[in-house]
């Protein structure tokens, strides 16, 4: 099992930046993708982005492309969310999720059903 903790949310003006930050606990981080999702006040969870266990492979939802960038490190045991240019519409709680899955396709345009392990979440608030 893998426990994920989500860090570095906040309140950001409209154009501005954030990164989020998701630690996991264990020895074999390296062998999970991660994802990160997010879902806003009276709407469905929705995913944000995705990368593969070493990082070779990245997926995006086109409401982000372009403005975030998903990394990772394995020797930290932490999955990054870098996002650029928010809009008002990216406020949500942002979640962390990971899975041991290496099916790349249902990985990458998964509805959070293909992940089993979920942080807690950390609030983004975009300020017009």
């Known amino acids: 099992q893998v426990q994920l903790v989500e860090s570095g949310g906040g309140l950001v003006q409209a154009g501005g930046s954030l990164r989020l930050s998701c630690a996991a606990s264990?020895?074999?981080?390296?062998?999970?993708?991660m994802a990160w999702f997010r879902q806003a006040p009276g709407k469905e969870r929705e995913f944000v982005g995705c990368?593969?266990?070493?990082?070779?492979?990245?997926n995006y939802a086109d409401s982000v492309k372009g403005r975030f960038t998903i990394s990772r490190d394995n020797a930290k045991n932490t999955v990054y969310l870098q996002m650029n240019s928010l809009e008002s519409e990216d406020t949500a709680v942002y979640y962390c999720?990971?899975?041991?899955?290496?099916?790349?396709?249902?990985?990458?345009?998964?509805?959070?059903?293909?992940?089993?392990?979920w942080g807690q979440g950390t609030q983004v608030t975009v300020s017009s």
């Open positions: 999720a990971a899975d041991l899955s290496t099916k790349w396709s249902a990985l990458a345009r998964s509805n959070g059903n293909e992940y089993a392990y």
């Open positions: 264990g020895r074999t981080f390296s062998l999970y993708a």
């Open positions: 990368i593969s266990q070493y990082g070779v492979r990245t």
